[in-house]
């Protein structure tokens, strides 16, 4: 029997939504929150991505709209859609979906969006005043795990939590959320030494390294929270963590599966993020 309690992302996200829903069903006077998602070309992940996010949108009454273009799109192009969602009154929060073509300078983009409607909160303004501990639009899979490290009840300040992956819309971000809850965070990636050593150290784990089962369970201190944000397609086509779930299981007290772990957290924060540049 495993020992770790579940953290159910899927269960918690679904909750989120739902109260989103009663609050714009609350105001029907009110133009619904907007959300306006770019996705070019037909990468069949992103794809994925995309309509679970409009669905959600949908779910919780939110007004959302899907802009399509080519995968072979100019830059140019790509920047005159972002000038003309940033001028619309209707639309608070605007969604890039990533990876862009290699034609494409993904940080040119990110820049593009007015900070107010980054509801990814990938733009250096949002980045910066996370750092400066006044966070405006957080990124949303770090603030999906902080929603689930919360769930959990445990107290966050004094913990020594160790990121795994230091990408700069997952990892890095993650440190600075951790940091601002009071933690202290160790963030590692591919040159890092000694890294079973510095798991095996951590009160939190948060994996995000995108190799199938990269952490064993014998890395993972017993009682830690272990937050797995990787999605892995397998051979077969299932999915899987960065964690070995099975194995972790036996010595964390907390545990996200893969899926149904951070995937739906992301997607309820990037509602919660679009409600908030609504205000
Ligand atoms: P990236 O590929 O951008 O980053 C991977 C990170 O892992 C890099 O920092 C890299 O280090 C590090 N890494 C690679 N190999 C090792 C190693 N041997 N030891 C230690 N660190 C290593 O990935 P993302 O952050 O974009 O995504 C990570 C995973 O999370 C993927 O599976 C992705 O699908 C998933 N994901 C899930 C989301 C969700 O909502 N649940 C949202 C976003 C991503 P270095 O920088 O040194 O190369």
Known sequence: ??????????AIAAEIIERIGQQISSKPDQTPP????????????????????????????????????????????LLATIDQLNARDDIHGILV?????????????????????DVDGFHPHNIGRLLLRRPALRP??????????????????????????QSNIVGRPMMLELLLAGCTPTLCHSKTQQLAEKVRAADIVVAAVGIPRFIPGDWV??????IDV?????????LCGDVDYATACQSAAWITPVPGGVGPMTVASLLQNTVQAAQ
Request: hydrophobic content about 40%; overall charge positive.
């Open 1 to 10: 029997m495993p020992q770790a309690q579940v953290l159910d992302g899927k």
């Open 230 to 238: 990787g999605i892995n397609r397998l051979p077969d086509g299932s």
């Open 34 to 77: 907007g959300l306006a998602v770019v996705l070019v070309g037909d990468n069949p992940a992103s794809q994925v991505y995309v309509r679970n996010k409009q669905r959600a949108c949908t779910r919780a009454g939110l007004h959302s709209e899907l802009i399509r273009l080519a995968a072979d799109s100019t830059q140019a192009e």
């Open 140 to 165: 949303c899979t770090p603030k999906g795990v902080m929603t689930l490290l919360q769930r959990t009840g445990i107290a966050l300040p004094g913990r020594d939590a160790v990121i795994v992956g």
């Open 221 to 226: 201190k017993a009682g830690a929270v272990v």
């Open 97 to 117: 979906q990533l990876p862009l073509p290699d034609q494409m300078d993904e940080h040119q983009v990110t820049e593009r969006i007015a900070a107010h409607k």
